[in-house]
């Protein structure tokens, strides 16, 4: 299918590079930018909670694995625990 909208316009041509990047960003960052960052919408019930308790992510949090507000985030939630796990730099050298 892009190869078909290039013909009308020529960006889509790199749109397979675009892909690869736009899914490592995925797996570098998962889909959750840190809170303390502005991640989230403000209202957002993960980004709220973190805001109140001072948390820069939720795996600052003893409650991270039982946590209602995350039970829908199943890859976000994956890549916390791995980040507590090992510590935010070594899994970000990882990625």
Known sequence: M????AKWKPAFQ????SEMVLDGLV???GSCPE?????GAPDYAVH?????????TCTECVEMNTCGR???YV???DALREIKAIGVNAWAEEM
């Open 35 to 39: 809170c303390a960052s502005g991640g």
């Open 48 to 56: 709220k909670c973190c805001r109140e308790k001072t948390y820069n």
């Open 75 to 77: 890859q976000s939630l």
């Open 27 to 29: 797996r570098l960052f």
């Open 70 to 72: 995350l039970k829908g």
């Open 2 to 5: 892009a190869s078909e909208l």
């Open 14 to 17: 790199h749109y397979a590079e």
